[in-house]
């Protein structure tokens, strides 16, 4: 199904801007859309955003989860799996839901993100793309293969498809190349497709990679990386990574 209407992504305009006012378009369960958002949905194995959705009386309702429908594909030579425009819906907290009621088409609200949950998934975004290239580099059989990958705060995995296991001595050469990268505190940006602005590319050195998800300015923030590996069973390995030093960076947010 594809709508004739969109939310408009406000985090690839400004990927520090942690509110804005809008006006609600529909309101369908437990599920608001908004015509614009600062709030990222879950997507390219990225957990989505959580926040608020605030009257003008005061009244706040939270949101915890956000996610993209109604997209279609880009059409875009270099990114096959990505789908384009779409409406963003937030997930009412449930014991908020009974707010709902007060929210119809048009009414004027203001939606802010937690910036302490973004920046922090910011910093595992890029993390994963550390940890992807390194697998590349290492494995290359491996990211050819990839199954899934999962974003979280804290943490990040990939899982692949292998004839051969990761040995202890791959997982030590794929953590030294992700902490080189890291030491090397090289600058990471964004950039859009001219013509698709949710087509968007990750930059980093002299690695590109699809990506629409939000990311940190530099390698350095990430500090020290720890990979792991776990067995999901014949031809399936889960390669994991975790940065517990990372530097969270919320003072670069406003409204």
């Not at 707010?99 to 004027?108: M, N, S």
């Not at 990939?158 to 600058?187: C, H, M, S």
Request: aromatic fraction near 6%; charged fraction near 25%; charge should be negative.
């Amino acid at each position: 199904m594809r709508l004739n209407r969109r939310t408009t992504k406000l985090f690839y305009n400004d990927a520090y801007l942690a509110a804005c006012e809008t006006h609600v378009v529909k309101v369908d369960g437990a599920w608001v859309e908004l015509a614009d958002t600062v709030a990222y949905p879950e997507g390219g194995g990225q957990d989505s955003d959580h926040g608020t959705i605030a009257f003008h009386d005061g009244t706040v309702l939270r949101f915890i989860h956000a996610k993209k429908m109604y997209g279609h594909a880009a059409g875009v030579p270099g990114f096959p799996d990505i789908q384009v425009d779409g409406v963003v819906l937030h997930q009412i907290h449930a014991d908020d839901q009974h707010l709902l009621a007060c929210l119809v088409p048009e009414t004027h609200v203001k939606v802010s993100i937690d910036v302490t949950r973004r920046a922090a998934l910011s910093v595992s975004h890029s993390a994963s793309h550390l940890l992807y290239l390194a697998v590349g580099l290492h494995r290359p059989d491996a990211v050819a293969d990839t199954l899934g990958c999962h974003i979280k705060i804290g943490g990040t995995r990939f899982d692949f498809g292998v004839d051969q296991r990761f040995t202890a001595e791959d997982l030590g050469k794929i953590q030294e190349t992700a902490n080189e990268l890291v030491r090397r505190d090289l600058a990471i940006h964004l950039s859009a497709h001219p013509d698709v602005p949710d087509a968007r590319v990750w930059h980093c050195d002299d690695h590109v990679i699809p990506c629409g998800g939000t990311h940190i300015e530099r390698t350095g923030l990430i500090g020290e990386i720890t990979v792991r590996r776990k067995s999901l069973g014949i031809g399936k390995e889960r390669i994991s990574c975790e940065f517990p030093h990372a530097h969270i960076q919320t003072d670069r947010y406003h409204v």
